[in-house]
């Protein structure tokens, strides 16, 4: 039964019928113009906020030669002192009483 189904869908070829628009009826038209542009429009206002919000951001955000080393530059937060903190691995660290 399955076979006899797939077998007509696949053999079944659509009629032409005059519904359907052929040549320049199937063109987008103006309303598709009209889609694009609005889209062109929404990317140049999106691209134009987005670089005004790097620019803040970079401003906002301390330079190599300006940078207070006793804090941390994502966050703003005083950065923890080198010696307390714990070490990243471990496991590398020589076990204790090793050269």
């Given at each position: 039964?399955?076979?006899?189904?797939?077998?007509?869908?696949?053999?079944?070829?659509?009629?032409?019928?005059?519904?359907?628009?052929?040549?320049?009826?199937?063109?987008?038209?103006?309303?598709?113009?009209?889609?694009i542009?609005?889209?062109?429009?929404?990317?140049?206002?999106?691209?134009?906020?987005?670089?005004?919000?790097?620019?803040?951001?970079?401003?906002k955000?301390?330079?190599?030669?300006?940078?207070?080393?006793?804090?941390?530059?994502?966050?703003?937060?005083?950065?923890?002192?080198?010696?307390?903190?714990?070490?990243?691995?471990?496991a590398?660290?020589?076990?204790?009483?090793?050269?």
């Amino acid at each position: 039964m399955i076979r006899g189904l797939l077998l007509a869908a696949a053999t079944a070829t659509p009629s032409p019928s005059s519904s359907t628009p052929s040549g320049e009826g199937a063109k987008a038209g103006p309303i598709g113009l009209a889609v694009i542009l609005l889209l062109c429009i929404a990317c140049y206002f999106l691209f134009k906020s987005m670089s005004k919000h790097l620019r803040t951001v970079r401003e906002k955000f301390p330079s190599g030669e300006h940078a207070d080393a006793s804090t941390s530059p994502l966050t703003g937060r005083p950065a923890p002192p080198a010696g307390d903190a714990p070490p990243a691995n471990p496991a590398a660290q020589p076990p204790p009483g090793a050269a």
